[in-house]
């Protein structure tokens, strides 16, 4: 006796395909549409970061109002306007200052300005909040029209469940912002961190930084100096260095407990300064650093001792390290402060020695 046959039930073929194939003589090539002329791609996931005090949300906040009004930001034309999102993630009290000082400096009447701002952060990390922040925008788009940029500042407040470091809850958070600029077909800007041994780049997983657009760091040097720069444009040329300086501005009507006015500070543009052109260093690196030079000053002496030229001194990287680590700085920090060094110009290495620049 045979075996019944068990039916397997073969799935009907879909009515339409989620995925499609194009032809590459099909494809239509276009040139770059910009939000803000050369800096501000339309459509693209953007960041901004840099240290505290650097003017992260005063250049953020700047870009949005420029965007939502149409407005040039420091001679950079903007070519697409829109309606704004900010997610503000932190100091809700003093960012409606912040508003109202440019609005103020820049003589805009707000009441024209398409700029909406949510009241507290928004976990993009988590789905669920991610399409209660897509109903809210909805319920605007009725009335203003769809968004050309959302900001979202900063990314460690908005982050929501899970870890920055951790590749599968960034991808979680990517993914998140990738959904939103698909739904509205706008530019997408994070606002984030410096890293805590390397300042030349933004915190958390490795995994943000392929995913983005354009990435623009910004520096803060002696006397108040801030350097814009562009350390990434996927699909374009890097644009020129950006240099801006705070400048304090009184806003009218409000005043302290005290009667003084009440203050905030807008961004101005300013010449970039060559002097200026290295960053400030982090206390890790200025550590490393003076450790190097102790290290080279006291080789140096040794061969000038032996009546010999130091011409150049090469320290092992052996050396170094073990009069870094663990006592100055932890181990998990000494391959970013040793990076960070030589992309900054201040040492170079090969794989066995290091010497100053």
Known sequence: MSAPTIPVPVPDAPASRAVRLVLAKDLEARSPEYLIGDVLEAGSLALIFGDPGAGKTFCALAWAIAVAVGRPWCGHAVEKSGPVIYVAGEGHGGFARRIHAIAHDQEIVLDDVPLAVTTGPVPLGDAEKVQELMASIDELVASTGAPAMIVVDTVARNFGPGDENSTMDMGRFIAACDELIQRYQCTLLLVHHTGHGDKTRHRGAMALKGALDAEYRLCL?????????????????????????????????????????????????????????????????????????????????????????????????????????????????????????????????????????
């Open 221 to 357: 040097h002696e006397g108040g100096q801030i350097e814009l720069r562009a350390q990434k444009m996927k699909d374009a040329p890097l644009p020129d260095p950006v240099g801006l300086r705070l400048r304090e501005v009184e806003l009218p009507g409000l005043q302290m407990a005290d009667g003084s006015a009440v203050t905030s500070v807008v961004l101005d543009p300013s010449d970039v300064d060559p002097d200026h052109s290295t960053p400030a260093l982090g206390a890790n690196q200025r550590k490393a650093l003076q450790v190097l030079r102790e290290i080279d000053a006291k080789q140096r002496a040794n061969i000038e001792a032996a009546g010999h030229e130091p011409d150049a001194v090469r320290v092992l990287l052996d050396d170094w390290r073990a009069a870094c680590v663990p006592e100055l700085m932890p181990r998990n920090r000494w391959y970013e402060v040793r990076t960070a060094l030589k992309r900054g110009g201040h040492i170079e290495t090969n794989d066995l020695h290091v010497w100053l620049t």
